[in-house]
RNA sequence: CGAGGUGUAGCGCAGUUGGUAGCGCGCUUGGUUCGGGACUAAGAGGCCGCGAGUUCGAGUCUCGCCACUUCGACCA
């Protein structure tokens, strides 16, 4: 057996045990390392590295549509969450509660926030008082704390990092207006930066937020056909409000309480990047969340004038604003191709002795493994035209991967067969819960969401054959 | 919480009937290499998960505990 093939099998088989090769990829590729605290995990130099990248393009955008950053405390006083019935049951189990402090036991038990709106709320009703301050429009960048019985880097863990926005409105119509605005803003931002299809639209009742009217979300499909929820955004009404209080005098002079909204993405989104877009050979990065855009190979770079070459291309694609990394280590050229392949840098140019002959390098593109030279003269204005086919290049492909499973069906058999291999199923729901359940019970697949364009594919629900109110798509999901 | 599995070098593992602690990778140093995971020589590295017991003697047998992990269950 090649050492390539060696190599290849260190990760685990991509189609036959698609979560083993997740995590091999995801600890190999040097983004995380599990943590001491069962649950939780340690984002590494280059995982973070892809974060902050998601988190400039996020936070220019929510920032463009008109919200300000702020930040609320880590610790919530435990009464606070009890104040909203559905939120206090929702998300009771799972939260982590410090009962000491100072080396004394405390009157009040505190909540480590496994979200912020019951002490967001608690402080927009002290903020709260004409319709003069309205809307408020806050998001924070944070950490939460939800502890889940079974974990998984990215995608499931005790502690997580996203940004929660939490918005104050004058009536339901502007709050759910919001929630819906923000629901594209998400779908734009996958699309634009993370080069991910997803599909957008309103969560069922079992299916919405502990707290919520109406749960919106994006499902994006991972390479196995199950769904990932890579962002929400809820529509509250007057729940929270009311819960805490907060009002505001109208223009008419009666007090009304305010209509509520929040929305988030974690970096969960990282797990959906590695999902969406990876291969056997390991992680491939969208460009433009890459923490390298490109890598410099050396080839033979004890001979003279290469690393000086080398260090010349990096310092002028520096220049040009592109993330790129020179890679002047001792480990053989080889080793190092796997190793940038496996880590997803989009591009990689080889530079050697042939090479700087004649005036050219060898580039390579992660994504679809083409091989090409170019003149050295030409990199950093060709660069940026690069990055961006390969943007739209996986884009593409991802998008044909998912329309290509996503299945028509009509009735429960169809349903099960559809999931079971690896699909969406797109259908008919009467609306009950109870189909719902069965659906879950039978397939192991539940609700993702229904989408905004309704236009029926039939007129019997898939599960009890009554008439159907709603499109919706079903699948198995993380 | 239920059922299984595993704890031995940084990582992955072997260790027979109880008898000096091993292998591969990685790491350090030198030499040869360098266009798809190079070769070679010499090194460093251990509370065998923790605690009790049996024994002349325990990585190995017995009991207890702890941790991790897989599958369920649970779950934004």
């Given amino acids: 057996m090649s050492k390539e093939k060696e190599f290849v099998k260190e990760i685990a088989d991509f189609e036959t045990d698609f979560p083993q090769w997740y995590t091999d990829v995801v600890l190999k590729a040097q983004l995380v390392d599990y943590g001491p ?20 393009e996020m936070d220019d955008r929510i920032k463009a549509t008109g919200h300000r950053n702020a930040y609320f405390p880590l610790l919530i006083p435990y009464s606070f969450l009890m104040k909203e019935a559905e939120h206090v049951e929702g998300f009771a189990p799972e939260v982590a509660i410090v009962t000491h402090a100072g080396g004394e036991e405390l009157s009040e038990k505190l ?30 960048w944070a950490n ?11 995608l499931r863990t005790s502690e997580f990092l996203w940004q929660e926005g939490h918005t104050a409105h004058a009536t339901d119509e502007e709050a759910e207006e919001e929630t819906i605005k923000i629901l594209h803003l998400y779908e734009e931002f996958a699309r634009n930066v993370l080069a991910m299809p997803v599909l957008i639209g309103k969560k069922s ?33 007057h729940n929270f409000a009311e819960a805490f209080n907060i009002k505001f005098l109208d223009k008419d002079g009666t007090h009304k309480y305010v209509s509520t909204s929040s929305w988030g993405a974690s970096t969960r989104l990282i797990g959906a990047i590695i999902m969406v877009h990876g291969d056997q050979r390991g992680l491939c990065l969208p460009p433009y969340v890459a923490p390298y855009q490109v ?46 392949e496996m880590k997803g840098v989009p591009v990689r140019l080889e530079i050697g002795p042939r090479d700087i002959e004649n005036g050219i390098v060898t580039l390579a593109r992660r994504d679809n ?110």
């Avoid at 939460?144 to 990215?154: A, D, L, Y």
């Avoid at 707290?211 to 499902?219: C, N, Q």
């Avoid at 410099?296 to 604003?321: R, T, W």
Wanted: hydrophobic content about 35%.
């Fill in 205 to 237: 009742e079992k299916e919405k937020f502990a707290g919520a009217i109406a749960t919106y979300s994006m499902e994006a499909m991972m390479k196995d056909g199950k769904s990932l929820q890579a962002g929400t955004t809820h529509f509250f009404g």
């Fill in 369 to 478: 493994g083409e091989k090409q030279t170019l003149p050295i003269d030409s990199i950093v204005e060709e660069m940026p035209k690069l990055l961006k086919q390969i943007h739209d290049g996986m884009y593409e492909k991802a998008l044909n991967f998912m329309n290509s499973h996503i299945k028509q069906v009509e009735n429960l058999d169809e349903l099960k067969k559809t999931v079971d291999d690896g699909n969406f199923a797109l259908t008919m729901w009467c609306g009950d819960r109870e189909c719902e359940d069965k659906i879950k019970e039978l397939t192991n697949a539940s609700s993702r969401n229904m989408p905004f364009d309704q236009t029926p594919v039939g007129d019997k629900c898939v599960c009890c054959g009554k008439k159907a109110k709603h499109k919706i798509y079903f699948g198995k999901a993380y």
């Fill in 37 to 56: 605290v069962k649950g939780t995990m340690v984002i590494r130099p280059y995982g973070y590295a892809i974060w902050e990248a998601i988190q400039k």
């Fill in 111 to 140: 909540v480590i926030r496994p979200t912020s709106e019951t002490i967001i709320g608690q402080m927009y009703s002290k903020w709260i008082q004409s319709y003069r301050d309205l809307p408020v429009l806050i998001n924070q």
């Fill in 295 to 340: 890598v410099i190979i050396p080839i033979a770079q004890h001979k003279s004038g290469v690393l000086d070459k080398a260090a010349e291309i990096k310092a002028n694609l520096d220049k040009a604003g592109i993330r790129v990394s020179l890679d002047d280590s001792d480990n053989s050229a080889g080793w190092k191709f796997n190793e940038y």
């Fill in 144 to 154: 939460v704390m939800r502890w889940e019985k079974t974990t998984r880097p990215f």
